[in-house]
C-alpha cells in the first residue's frame, strides 16, 4: 500500500507527464494513501462510483472540475491500473 514515506507515483493521465491543472503541472500524480482512504467509502462503493464516472456519470452532480480532487485522483488511478493489466492481457495474447 502507499504511504507518505513511500509514495507511489504515476505519470499523469491527462497530459501525459507534460504538466497540466489536474497534477499541479508536475506530470505526475503521487499517491500517498491507499485511494479507498481517501474519500472514505468501501471499495465496492467507489468501484461503482468510478464505473459511473467513466461512463460520463459522476457522482457529483456537475463536470469533471466540480468533482473532488482525490475522488478524480483515485480513479485515474483505477482506470491506469486498468489499461496496464488490459495492455498485458493484449501482449499476452498477441505478443
Ligand atoms: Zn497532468
Redesign the pocket.
Known amino acids: 500500500m502507499p504511504s507518505e514515506l513511500a509514495p507511489l507515483q504515476i505519470a499523469?493521465p491527462?497530459?501525459d507527464e507534460k504538466?497540466?491543472e489536474?497534477?499541479d503541472n508536475e506530470?505526475w500524480l503521487k499517491i500517498t494513501q491507499c485511494p479507498q482512504s481517501e474519500f472514505e467509502v468501501n471499495m465496492m462503493e467507489f468501484l461503482e462510483l468510478a464505473d459511473f464516472a467513466k461512463q460520463g456519470s459522476f457522482p457529483i452532480i456537475g463536470g469533471t472540475l466540480d468533482q473532488s480532487k482525490s475522488f478524480l485522483t483515485a480513479c485515474r488511478f483505477l482506470w491506469s491500473e486498468e489499461a496496464k493489466a488490459e495492455n498485458q492481457e493484449w501482449s499476452k495474447n498477441n505478443g
Open positions: 499523469c491527462s497530459c504538466g497540466c489536474f497534477c506530470g
